[in-house]
C-alpha cells in the first residue's frame, strides 16, 4: 500500500471513527449482521502516518483464512492524541470486539486501561519495550490480557554511530527533547553515553511545541551544530514535519525514526522494521480468535531493523555518503 | 398326551434351529475372516501411512533445520577470512564485512572477532555501538575455543530475555591468524519450524539437544525453564542411539505419560534430535472408526443372516412338518391319508416312498383286518363251545361237591355210631372183653377216626372247592392261635420225642382272618411236621412280617421234601413218600390248608432241601381281608 492510500484510509478512518462512536453511544454495535464473524479493533495514534504494519499485518490475516468483510470484521481507528484513543479503546470495550489490535505505546497503554476490566484480549505491536512499560510480567509469560510482538528498541546509539560514519567531521548534534514526555530519559542517557563514547558532543534542546522548535532553530549560530536527532517520541510524532522544514532551511540532516520521513527529506532513519512485526502479529491475532488465551502467547521480539537513506537529501546538504553505508541501507532514496 | 406333543415339537424346533444356527455360524464365519482380514491390512495399512507421515515430518523438520543453518554458517566462513589488508583499513574491512552479514543473514544478531590469542577485537550489532579494539579476553570460552579445535563450533541453546531462542555458531578463519568468527544467531526460525509441524490435531513436534534437553517445544514455557526429555523412553533410546535412526517410528510416553506414535531426525550439524509425535488414541482413531464400522456391519449381516436363514429354514422344515403331521394321522390310524408334498428334491421323493409304503401298509391293514375278524369269529366259537364246557364243568363239579357233602353227611353218622360203639365197647361198658377183642376194637376205632378225619377233610375241601365256604373274618391274636396248635401237638410230640418250640414275634400279634380256619391250618402244619420229625428232633413255630405281610413258618428236622414233590403235596391225595411209608394223613391237609390260605389271600409253600428237614410257610395280607 502506497502513501497516498495511507493517507486516504486514515482519512475514511476518521469518518468511521466518529460513526463508530457516535453507534457506540447509543446502544447500537452498528452492525448486526457481523455479529456470526469475530470484531478485531485495531487503532493507533498519530494521524501523520499509518504503520506500515497494518499492511502486513491484515496481508498475512488473509493468508491465514480472516478476510475482512467475510470471516472477520476489521475496524481500523488512526486516532489524533491520546485522549482520542482512550476514548476509542473504551468505545471498543462497550462494543464488545473479540479482539483488540494496538499500533505503538500511545494506543497500547489506552488499551491496556480499557480492558482492565473486561479483560478483552489486546494484540499489541511495537512497543518500545513491553516488560519495562508493564505491558507483560515477562516475554516468555506475559500474564495478562495483552501480548503481541516487538522489536528492537530505540536505537538512538546506533543513530549517532551512523551520523558519525555518514557526516564527516560531525562534532555536535541538536538534540531536541521534550522534558514533559516520559519517554525521553532513557534514551537521553543512552544517547550521551553512546555521545561520549563516539566523541560527539551534544547539543540538547528541551521543547514542547512548535514555537519552541522554531526559537532553537532561530537561534542557532551558523556551524553551531553539525545535524538534527528528535529524540523524544511526542516530538517525533507531532513535530517531525516541522523539524523537517526547519532544518532543511538551517542546511542540518535529520535523523528520522522511519523511513516515510526519509522519502520526505531526513537523511537517514534507522529503526525496527514495521512489515515483519506486522506478519508476526497476525499470528497472534489468529491463535487468540482460535481460543488460545493471550497469557499463554509469548511475546515476540524480532531482531531485524531497517535502515533507510535519502541520497537526495545528502546532496542537498553537501553530503557524501560512504559508498559501504549505500550498500548497507535497506531502502535508498535517491 | 403332553409328553407325546413334547416329544413331537422338539424334532422341529432344533432343525430350524440347526439350520439358523448352521446359517448364522457360516456368515459370521465369513464376516468375521473378512472383517478381521480387512481390519489387520487396514490397521497395517494405517500403522505404516502414521509411521511414513511422522517421519517424513521429522526428517523435513530436520532438513528444514539443515537447510536454514548450511547457508547461515556458509555466510560466516564468507566472512571468516583475514581482511585483504592489514592495520586500520583491514579492521573496516571486516567490519563492513560484518555489517553486510547482518544485511544478509536477518538472523544473526551479533558477530564478533576474536584474535589468535582470543581476545575480542571487533564486535558489530544492528543495535548496539560497534565496539573495536581488543579488550575482552575470551580465550577460555568454548565459542573460541570449539572453533579453534573443530573449525565450527554450535553452543547449546540460550533465550535473550527469556524469550528468544540463540545460539552461538563460531567459525575459524582460514590462513595464518587463526581467529575466530563468532555469531550470535537468532533461532526463532526453528522454533517456528518446530511450531508449525503439526501430525493430525493433538499431534507436535520438538527439539532436544544432545543431552536430551528441550530446545524448542510448542510449549515456551518447558523450553524456557530448561526441561530435560532424557527420561522419556523415546528420547532415550534415540540419544542412546539404540533407536533406528529416520523414518522409524516408536511408541513412546509424552510427558503426562500419555502413549505417543513417535518418530525422530537427527539434525547432522547440530546433534539435535527432532522428534514428532502423535497420541496413540488420535492416530489410531481411523482405525477404531474401521472396527466400530466393521462390527457394526458385521451385527448387521448377523441379523440378516439370522432372518434369511429363519425363513430358509422355515421353507426347508415345512415338507419335512408337512410328512411328520401326516406320518402322525398315519399312525393314528389314517390310512386313508397321503403326504402333499409336491418339490421337485429328495423331499418329494421321500414323500413319494412314504405315500406308497402307506398305500402297501393299508392294503396289509386291510389283509389283516379279514384275517383277524375270521379268527375272531373263530375265537368266539371256540369260546362259547368253551363257555358252555365251563358251565357243565361248573355243574359236574358243583354236584360233585354236593354229591360229596351229602355222602360225607351220610358216611359220618354211621360212621360216628361205628366210632361212639367201638369207644363204648372198648371201654367195658358192656363187659369185658379179651385181648383179641381189644386189638380188633383198637383197630375199628382207629380205621374210624381215620376215615371221619378223611370224610372230614373231603368234605372242607368240596365245601372250598364248591364255594360253600365263607371266612368268619375278625381280628384275633395270631399268637394265641399259634400256642393253642402247639399245646394241640405237645403231647403227640412229647410221646415222640420231639421239642417244639414257639417264637413268635411281639410285633406280630393280631391279624386279621378266619381264626378258626387259621388254627386249622397251624394244626396240619404242625401234627405233619410233628408226625415226620424223628425222635429227638424239633419243631419251631415262627412269626414275622415281612414287606408288609405277616409270615408264619412251620420248621422241623424231619426228612424234607424232595424238590419235585414240593408242587405235588398241595394236591389232593398227593403224599410224599415219607407220608406214604407212615401210613398215617388223608393226602387232603395240605390241599385244604392252601385252599384256605389263599381264600384269606395269602400263599404257602414249602423250603428246604431232602433230608435237611423243611419248613412249611404261609402268608397272611397286612390289609384285612
Redesign the interface.
Known amino acids: 500500500m502506497n502513501t497516498g492510500a495511507h493517507t486516504r484510509m486514515a482519512l475514511v478512518a476518521s469518518a468511521v471513527l466518529a460513526a463508530g462512536s457516535l453507534a457506540a453511544c447509543s446502544g447500537s454495535d452498528g452492525d448486526s449482521s457481523a455479529e456470526a464473524v469475530p470484531h478485531v479493533g485495531l487503532m493507533h495514534v498519530g494521524k501523520d502516518h499509518v504503520p506500515s504494519s497494518l499492511d502486513s499485518l491484515t496481508a498475512r490475516l488473509e493468508e491465514l483464512g480472516w478476510v475482512d468483510g467475510e470471516s472477520i470484521k476489521l475496524t481500523w481507528r488512526n486516532l489524533e492524541d491520546k485522549a482520542a484513543a482512550e476514548t476509542q479503546a473504551d468505545v471498543f470495550v462497550r462494543q464488545g470486539v473479540d479482539l483488540i489490535v494496538a499500533f505503538e505505546d500511545g494506543s497500547i497503554r489506552a488499551a491496556q486501561a480499557a480492558t482492565a476490566e473486561t479483560q478483552t484480549p489486546v494484540v499489541f505491536l511495537h512497543p518500545q519495550d513491553p516488560?519495562r512499560a508493564e505491558l507483560v510480567e515477562?516475554?516468555?509469560?506475559p500474564q495478562s490480557n495483552l501480548t503481541g510482538v516487538f522489536g528492537?528498541?530505540d536505537?538512538v546509539?546506533?543513530h549517532l554511530?551512523r551520523y558519525a560514519v555518514m557526516v564527516p567531521g560531525i562534532d555536535r548534534v541538536l538534540t531536541l527533547v521534550n522534558p514533559e514526555d516520559d519517554g525521553t530519559t532513557a534514551p537521553l542517557e543512552e544517547t550521551r553515553v553512546?555521545a561520549k563514547?563516539?566523541g560527539i558532543e551534544l547539543a540538547i534542546r528541551e521543547v514542547s511545541n512548535a514555537s519552541d522548535i522554531q526559537q532553537v532553530f532561530r537561534s542557532l549560530r551558523p556551524g553551531e551544530v553539525d545535524a538534527v536527532i528528535i529524540l523524544s517520541p511526542s516530538l517525533r510524532l507531532y513535530f517531525t514535519a516541522l523539524t523537517l522544514r526547519l532544518a532543511a532551511r538551517a542546511k542540518l540532516p535529520v535523523q528520522a525514526h522511519r523511513k516515510e520521513w526519509v522519502e520526505k527529506g531526513a537523511l537517514f532513519s534507522y529503526g525496527m522494521a514495521l512489515k515483519p512485526l506486522g506478519t508476526a502479529g497476525a499470528r497472534f491475532v489468529d491463535s487468540i480468535l482460535d481460543g488460545t488465551p493471550p497469557s499463554e502467547l509469548?511475546?515476540?521480539?524480532?531482531?531485524?531493523?531497517e535502515f533507510a537513506l535519502n541520497l537526495a537529501a545528502a546532496r542537498r546538504l553537501g553530503i557524501k555518503i560512504p559508498q559501504?553505508m549505500i550498500?548497507?541501507a535497506?531502502i535508498v532514496y535517491r | 398326551m403332553e409328553q407325546s406333543s413334547a416329544i413331537r415339537a422338539r424334532p422341529r424346533r432344533r432343525l430350524i434351529r440347526k439350520y439358523v444356527a448352521l446359517v448364522a455360524a457360516l456368515v459370521v464365519a465369513a464376516l468375521l475372516t473378512s472383517g478381521l482380514t480387512e481390519l489387520y491390512f487396514s490397521y497395517q495399512d494405517n500403522k505404516e501411512a502414521l509411521f511414513r507421515i511422522q517421519s517424513e515430518k521429522a526428517f523435513s523438520a530436520a532438513a528444514t533445520i539443515d537447510q536454514f543453518l548450511e547457508p547461515l554458517v556458509r555466510e560466516i566462513e564468507d566472512v571468516a577470512r583475514p581482511p585483504m589488508e592489514s592495520g586500520t583499513r583491514g579492521r573496516d574491512e571486516r567490519e563492513?564485512n560484518y555489517?553486510?552479514l547482518l544485511?544478509r543473514a536477518?538472523?544473526v544478531?551479533q558477530v564478533s572477532y576474536l584474535d589468535a590469542s582470543g581476545r575480542e577485537c571487533l564486535r558489530v550489532s544492528?543495535?548496539?555501538?560497534?565496539i573495536r579494539g581488543c579488550r575482552r579476553d575470551l580465550s577460555t570460552q568454548p565459542r573460541f575455543r570449539g572453533a579453534r579445535a573443530k573449525d565450527t563450533y554450535y553452543g547449546p541453546v540460550y533465550?535473550?530475555?527469556?524469550?528468544?531462542p540463540h545460539m552461538t555458531i563460531s567459525v575459524a578463519e582460514s590462513g595464518s591468524g587463526r581467529g575466530v568468527v563468532a555469531a550470535e544467531v537468532?533461532l526463532?526460525y526453528v522454533d517456528t519450524v518446530i511450531s508449525q509441524t503439526r501430525v493430525g490435531t493433538a499431534g507436535y513436534a520438538y527439539a532436544v539437544d544432545s543431552r536430551g534437553r528441550l530446545v524448542a517445544h510448542p510449549n515456551?514455557?518447558l523450553v524456557?525453564t530448561r526441561t530435560s526429555l532424557a527420561s522419556l523412553p523415546q528420547v532415550a533410546a534415540a540419544l542412546e542411539g539404540t533407536a533406528p535412526e529416520a523414518r522409524s517410528v516408536t511408541i513412546g510416553r509424552d510427558l503426562d505419560g500419555r502413549e505417543v506414535l513417535s518418530a525422530f531426525q537427527t539434525v547432522d550439524l547440530l546433534d539435535w534430535r527432532i522428534f514428532v509425535e502423535e497420541p496413540l488414541s488420535e492416530a489410531f482413531a481411523p482405525l477404531n472408526s474401521t472396527i466400530k464400522r466393521t462390527a457394526l456391519l458385521l451385527i448387521l449381516f448377523l441379523a440378516l443372516a439370522v432372518g434369511t436363514s429363519v425363513v430358509l429354514g422355515r421353507r426347508m422344515a415345512k415338507p419335512i412338518e408337512t410328512m411328520q403331521a401326516a406320518a402322525e394321522r398315519i399312525g393314528a390310524g389314517a390310512l386313508d391319508q397321503r403326504i402333499d408334498v409336491s418339490s421337485n428334491d429328495e423331499l418329494g421323493a421321500l414323500a413319494g416312498e412314504f405315500n406308497r409304503m402307506v398305500e402297501r401298509l393299508q392294503e396289509s391293514h386291510v389283509d389283516l383286518e379279514q384275517k383277524v375278524d375270521a379268527r375272531t369269529r373263530a375265537l368266539a366259537t371256540a369260546l362259547s363251545e368253551l363257555d358252555e364246557k365251563s358251565r357243565e364243568l361248573e355243574s359236574a363239579s358243583r354236584h360233585k361237591s354236593e354229591f360229596l357233602a351229602n355222602m360225607s353227611h351220610e358216611l359220618r353218622t354211621p360212621l360216628n355210631a361205628i366210632i361212639g360203639f367201638s369207644q363204648v365197647l372198648r371201654e367195658r361198658m358192656f363187659g369185658d372183653v379179651n385181648a383179641k377183642q381189644e386189638e380188633y376194637l383198637d383197630d375199628i376205632l382207629s380205621s374210624g377216626q381215620h376215615l371221619l378225619a378223611l370224610i372230614n377233610d373231603i368234605l372242607d375241601l368240596s365245601k372250598v372247592e364248591a364255594g360253600q365256604v365263607e371266612l368268619d373274618v375278625a381280628p384275633f391274636s395270631l399268637r394265641e392261635a399259634l400256642e393253642s396248635g402247639v399245646v394241640m401237638v405237645r403231647e403227640r410230640a412229647t410221646q415222640d420225642g420231639v421239642h417244639v418250640e414257639l417264637a413268635a414275634d411281639p410285633e406280630v400279634d393280631v391279624v386279621t382272618g378266619d381264626e378258626r380256619r387259621i388254627r386249622q391250618v397251624v394244626f396240619n402244619l404242625l401234627s405233619n411236621a410233628v408226625k415226620f420229625t424223628p425222635t429227638g428232633g424239633a419243631v419251631g413255630v415262627r412269626t414275622a412280617r415281612v414287606n408288609g405281610e405277616v409270615r408264619v413258618s412251620v420248621s422241623d428236622t424231619g426228612p424234607g421234601i424232595a424238590s419235585e414233590d414240593r408242587e405235588r403235596i398241595f394236591e389232593e391225595f398227593q403224599q410224599t413218600k415219607a407220608g406214604i411209608e407212615q401210613r398215617e394223613g388223608t393226602g387232603l391237609g395240605l390241599a385244604l390248608s392252601k385252599r384256605l390260605v389263599e381264600l384269606h389271600g395269602g400263599r404257602i409253600w414249602v423250603e428246604g432241601d431232602e433230608g435237611h428237614g423243611s419248613t412249611f410257610v404261609f402268608t397272611l395280607p397286612a390289609s384285612p381281608v
Open positions: 516488560v515477562s516475554l516468555a509469560s528492537p528498541r536505537l546509539s546506533k554511530e553512546a563514547r563516539l509469548a511475546v515476540e521480539e524480532l531482531p531485524e531493523v559501504e550498500i548497507l535497506d | 563492513l555489517l553486510r544485511q536477518t538472523e544478531i544492528p543495535d548496539e555501538l560497534t533465550f535473550r530475555r527469556d524469550s528468544q537468532d526463532r515456551t514455557n524456557l
